[in-house]
């Protein structure tokens, strides 16, 4: 058995019998969780709603007057809105009543808003064009990633973790291309022309949406050769008396932020013995014994693994630095934005911080 009409439509009744006075029961009518007041009424059988005060009725009046309004005249504007001339009529002047307010002038030759129609329509405009925005939202949202996607990522990380995914990603959205660029500073998202870039540590900037794909800890490393000449360094203290070498754009204002067993943040600044703004070159120094690096897990953990270097001081708590993905923030995230950093989430969210 098909529900009432009124069923179908979304609408639940709820009897009002304090409201009838003799006349047709009055019911409050939930529309969308929305309550307007109706009158239902009975003849041989079929049921009548009147239902006054829908929001629906109030954008098509809305929509009526601005095409009027647009067009010169109720005739382009039924020919535009594909409906009756009459019904443009009934909309505009069912507009007017409810305003209380001429917003027309009416002429044999010509229609033009009236100084009051001429401000209704200012804001009329604007929030038809919002409704239009949000269906073309909804149409966006739901349609196939597409389109060329501009990406900034950090040197070390996009070399070594993001461009060997880009292929199966490439292949799985086959109407997206993409354009890395590995910079190891941090890009103007927008006056730069990027539509994501990856970071690491704590997001500052709240012009800017994140979502964190991974995490990383930083650790200080040395060759073992480098620690069976010079020493191991027992606590932070110890390395001012060693070989460090910096990841830099400026060597003069090197510094370190690093935790102590106590929770304590200590900065460590030191003569540099080496510097470089490039972090498999700090590795390889390392590698080489050159001396003692700061460096994330993701970079340093295989050749850890094969024991090319150690961990200098095992005992100190991990610093960890989640990475994120960062976009403008707005209305709604492009689809082939989304859809890479939901890739990048599948391939890296379940690594935690010593699982590289």
Same mark, same amino acid.
């Not at 329509?121 to 064009?129: C, E, I, S």
């Not at 897990?297 to 991990?318: A, T």
């Given at each position: 058995?098909?529900?009432?009409?009124?069923?179908?439509?979304?609408?639940?009744?709820?009897?009002?019998? @304090?409201?009838? *006075?003799?006349?047709?029961?009055?019911?409050?009518?939930?529309?969308?969780?929305?309550?307007?007041?109706?009158?239902?009424?009975?003849?041989?059988?079929?049921?009548?709603?009147?239902?006054?005060?829908?929001?629906?009725?109030?954008?098509?009046?809305?929509?009526?007057?601005?095409?009027?309004?647009?067009?010169?005249?109720?005739?382009?504007?039924?020919?535009?809105?594909?409906?009756?001339?009459?019904?443009?009529?009934?909309?505009?002047?069912?507009?007017?009543?409810?305003?209380?307010?001429?917003?027309? *002038?009416?002429?044999?030759? !010509?229609?033009?808003?009236?100084?009051?129609?001429?401000?209704?329509?200012?804001?009329?405009?604007?929030?038809?064009?919002?409704?239009?925005?949000?269906? *073309? $939202?909804?149409?966006?949202?739901?349609?196939?990633?597409?389109?060329?996607?501009?990406?900034?990522?950090?040197?070390?990380?996009?070399?070594?973790? =993001?461009?060997?995914?880009?292929?199966?990603?490439?292949?799985?959205?086959?109407?997206?291309?993409?354009?890395?660029?590995?910079?190891?500073?941090?890009?103007?998202?927008?006056?730069?022309?990027?539509?994501?870039?990856?970071?690491?540590?704590?997001?500052? @900037?709240?012009?800017?949406?994140?979502?964190?794909?991974?995490?990383?800890?930083?650790?200080?490393?040395?060759?073992?050769?480098?620690?069976?000449?010079?020493? !191991?360094?027992?606590?932070?203290? @110890?390395?001012?008396?060693?070989?460090?070498?910096?990841?830099?754009? *400026?060597?003069?204002?090197?510094?370190?932020?690093?935790?102590?067993?106590?929770?304590?943040?200590?900065?460590? !600044?030191?003569?540099?013995? &080496?510097?470089?703004?490039?972090?498999?070159?700090?590795?390889?120094?390392?590698?080489?014994?050159?001396?003692?690096?700061?460096?994330?897990?993701?970079? &340093?953990?295989?050749?850890?693994?094969?024991?090319?270097?150690?961990?200098?001081?095992?005992?100190?708590?991990?610093?960890?630095?989640?990475?994120?993905?960062?976009?403008?923030?707005?209305?709604?995230?492009?689809?082939?934005?989304?859809? $890479?950093?939901?890739?990048? =989430?599948?391939?890296?969210?379940? !690594?935690?911080?010593?699982?590289?």
């Amino acid at each position: 058995m098909r529900p009432p009409l009124f069923a179908r439509a979304g609408l639940a009744l709820l009897p009002q019998p @304090d409201k009838c *006075n003799g006349k047709l029961p009055i019911v409050a009518v939930m529309s969308r969780g929305d309550p307007i007041l109706a009158r239902i009424g009975g003849d041989g059988g079929t049921v009548k709603l009147v239902i006054r005060g829908v929001m629906m009725d109030r954008l098509t009046e809305m929509e009526a007057f601005a095409t009027v309004v647009d067009q010169g005249g109720f005739t382009d504007a039924a020919r535009k809105m594909g409906i009756s001339k009459s019904a443009v009529s009934k909309h505009v002047s069912a507009l007017e009543t409810r305003l209380g307010a001429r917003l027309l *002038n009416r002429t044999t030759r !010509r229609v033009s808003p009236t100084d009051i129609g001429l401000a209704y329509y200012d804001r009329a405009r604007r929030v038809l064009n919002d409704a239009g925005e949000a269906d *073309n $939202l909804v149409t966006a949202m739901q349609s196939a990633p597409s389109g060329i996607l501009r990406i900034a990522v950090p040197t070390d990380f996009g070399a070594a973790h =993001v461009s060997p995914l880009l292929g199966e990603f490439l292949e799985r959205y086959p109407d997206v291309s993409v354009n890395m660029v590995l910079k190891n500073r941090y890009v103007e998202l927008i006056s730069e022309g990027f539509d994501l870039a990856i970071r690491m540590g704590d997001m500052d @900037d709240s012009s800017l949406r994140a979502r964190k794909i991974c995490e990383t800890t930083q650790r200080l490393i040395a060759s073992p050769a480098y620690l069976a000449e010079h020493g !191991r360094p027992a606590r932070i203290d @110890d390395l001012n008396d060693h070989r460090l070498l910096y990841y830099s754009h *400026n060597a003069a204002t090197s510094v370190w932020r690093i935790t102590a067993p106590s929770g304590e943040v200590r900065q460590v !600044r030191s003569a540099t013995w &080496f510097s470089v703004n490039d972090g498999q070159s700090l590795l390889n120094a390392a590698i080489n014994g050159l001396g003692i690096a700061y460096l994330p897990s993701f970079l &340093f953990s295989q050749s850890m693994k094969s024991g090319l270097v150690e961990d200098v001081i095992p005992d100190l708590p991990r610093d960890v630095q989640a990475m994120h993905a960062v976009f403008p923030a707005g209305r709604y995230t492009q689809p082939k934005v989304r859809a $890479l950093i939901d890739y990048l =989430v599948e391939k890296l969210g379940n !690594r935690s911080a010593n699982a590289w």
